[in-house]
Nanobody, 125 residues
Framework: QVQLVESGGGLVQAGGSLRLSCAAS????????MGWFRQALGKDREFVAS????????YYTDDVKGRFTISRGNTKNTVYLQMNSLKPEDTAVYFC??????????????????WGQGTQVTVSS
């Protein structure tokens, strides 16, 4: 069982930055890839970024490439999402998730077994 807790959301003006954190209850180096998803009001949950457990290969949706960076902490218990040049359309609840498939290349929410409770990110224009 993996428990995930997100933090770092908030209100920011367009062009600003936020860093989200996801703390895992167990050592994720046991093989879990980690992902970030977001869900805007009235929309489906969508893939944002993911990172493999073995070599930290990263994947991004096109909308955030060059603006967001996913990374792991030194102990691999924490995953971060650094978000720069934020836009109003980035407004959503952001969730981190853990996937026992270690490559980190899964983009469907259905592939991820464990989820955090979410953290709200609001970008004002």
């Amino acid at each position: 069982q993996v428990q995930l807790v997100e933090s770092g959301g908030g209100l920011v003006q367009a062009g600003g930055s936020l860093r989200l954190s996801c703390a895992a209850s167990t050592h994720t180096s046991s093989g879990y890839a980690m992902g970030w998803f977001r869900q805007a009001l009235g929309k489906d949950r969508e893939f944002v970024a993911s990172i493999s457990w073995k070599d930290d290969t990263t994947y991004y949706t096109d909308d955030v490439k060059g603006r967001f960076t996913i990374s792991r902490g030194n102990t691999k218990n924490t995953v971060y999402l650094q978000m720069n040049s934020l836009k109003p359309e980035d407004t959503a609840v952001y969730f981190c998730a853990a996937d026992s498939w270690p490559l980190g290349n899964q983009r469907s929410p259905l592939a991820y077994e464990y989820w955090g409770q979410g953290t709200q990110v609001t970008v004002s224009s």
